[in-house]
T-cell receptor, first 108, second 112 residues
Framework: AQRVTQPEKLLSVFKGAPVELKCNYS??????LFWYVQYSRQRLQLLLR??SRESIKGFTADLNKGETSFHLKKPFAQEEDSAMYYC??????????FGQGTILTVHP | DGGITQSPKYLFRKEGQNVTLSCEQN?????MYWYRQDPGQGLRLIYY???????QKGDIAEGYSVSREKKESFPLTVTSAQKNPTAFYLC???????????FGQGTRLTVV
């Protein structure tokens, strides 16, 4: 079975502070991992995926197979980063499994 | 304007009624998905389809049914057997295994 766990439902930081959104997964094969973001009144959209190894809007995420983690990080949070963030795993047959989501609030 | 369109945006249902949520995409994607979004529970997979005329149950399929008669359409029916249907429903699609999924704007269903 494939499972994604995001332990924090809510995360609050001040502008300019570092932020880390945690994601742990369970999957027996080689997973494809993603971070999706949902800004207020917008549809859910892809933020980044582990295979591209790129930084989007200052966010990065590294797949750690030993710890089965895919934490999302940003060194200096901005107010516009406030949103709901979902970690997702694509496993067998392209089935996409999401975590519970983390609401990030960046205070001015 | 390409993308995924869900309709209606808001839907009210009386107890005991079946309702159908529409999902249409013009992205030429093979795979389509239905998720349910509840506060604190994230997105849970209801049904998914990798190809026309074929679909599989997700993690919470009970009380729901789908069809995939056309590549661009994947309607979801919420039946009276679904005990707690009030939720936000999201439809998604992608091209092949392990690629970016595109989402619709969602339908908020309320049982009155």
């Amino acid at each position: 079975a494939q499972r994604v766990t995001q332990p924090e439902k809510l995360l609050s930081v001040f502008k300019g502070a570092p932020v880390e959104l945690k994601c742990n997964y369970s999957y027996s094969g080689s997973p494809e991992l993603f971070w999706y973001v949902q800004y207020s009144r917008q549809r859910l959209q892809l933020l980044l995926r582990h295979i591209s190894r790129e930084s989007i809007k200052g966010f990065t995420a590294d797949l750690n197979k030993g710890e089965t983690s895919f934490h999302l990080k940003k060194p200096f949070a901005q107010e516009e980063d406030s949103a709901m963030y979902y970690c997702a795993l694509s496993g067998s047959y392209g089935k996409l499994t999401f975590g519970q989501g983390t609401i990030l609030t960046v205070h001015p | 304007d390409g993308g995924i369109t869900q309709s209606p945006k808001y839907l009210f249902r009386k107890e005991g009624q079946n309702v159908t949520l529409s999902c249409e995409q013009n992205l030429n994607h093979d795979a389509m998905y239905w998720y349910r979004q509840d506060p604190g529970q994230g997105l849970r997979l209801i049904y998914y389809s990798q190809i026309v005329n074929d679909f599989q149950k997700g993690d919470i399929a009970e009380g729901y049914s789908v069809s995939r008669e056309k590549k661009e359409s994947f309607p979801l029916t919420v039946t009276s057997a679904q005990k707690n249907p009030t939720a936000f429903y999201l439809c998604a699609s992608n091209t092949a295994l392990n690629t970016e999924a595109f989402f619709g704007q969602g339908t908020r269903l309320t049982v009155v």
